[in-house]
């Protein structure tokens, strides 16, 4: 589902990272995804087409349980409600117990992508299978103390592994960049694989992810506070600098304005 881009080898590295434990280049696409946590929740479909119209990639939405964390956020029925007023691909990520409970709900609800857990089973294979059987892509997160070699058994069933950079359950903490070394070893293993990272990511921290090896971005405060279209094409040009190995001159541009709505001004 994520085209490929050219990968010339010549990008800088980031400062204070020896080169030998830099990954190697990628061509996967940048992508950069709005965590709706982070949005005034009292105009959600709103803002979720304004991220949209500021470049972004994808919009993810966070599922909690209560239980798997100590928050409780959104369901299937706020995706279900959403889905009418936007063609985003929803990226659905399930910090629950049970995710196998709601599969069906989340397909049914126009969800594109369901993640959830790598530490809620011995065995999350059948949960994967079921996601697939219901037409969804599927990716699997790992937890800050959680190894993740725990994901490599499933990597060739996945479109995508989360690299959690930040404790699960509230939106606003501080990024770990001790959890870098796992996007290193998921990027030197898997070179064609997605890696997404969650947590505390911003024009501060992107270049640190982005030559770690990882190519989709959540990030919540950083852009819902600051200049959206802005801060989207700042964290993509460092995946496409650090990350693909672009020159300056074959990044995209940085916008500071948002696109008008459709028949707006």
Known sequence: PH???RAPAHA???AGM???DAPPHHALAAWIGPSVLAA???????EVQRMERCGADYIHVDVM???????????????KCLRPHTTAFLDVHLMVTNPERWVDDMAT??????TFHVEVAEDVRPIIES????DMLCGLAVKPNTPVASVFPYVELLDVVLVMTVE????????????????????RRFPNLNIEVDGGLGPATIDEAAAAGANQIVAGSSVFKGNPPEVISIMRRSIETHGNGRGPAELSPIVTEEQPPPGGA
């Open 131 to 134: 996601v697939r059987a219901r």
């Open 40 to 46: 005034d929740l009292s105009r959600l479909a709103d």
């Open 18 to 20: 020896a080169s030998e």
């Open 168 to 187: 699960p359950g509230f939106g606003g903490q501080s990024f770990m960049s001790d959890m870098m070394p796992k996007v290193r070893e998921l990027r």
């Open 65 to 79: 349980d209560g239980h798997f964390t100590a928050n409780l956020t959104f369901g299937a029925p706020v995706v």
């Open 12 to 14: 800088p590295r980031v």
């Open 109 to 114: 609800a126009g969800a594109n992508r369901f």
């Open 3 to 5: 085209p490929p881009t």
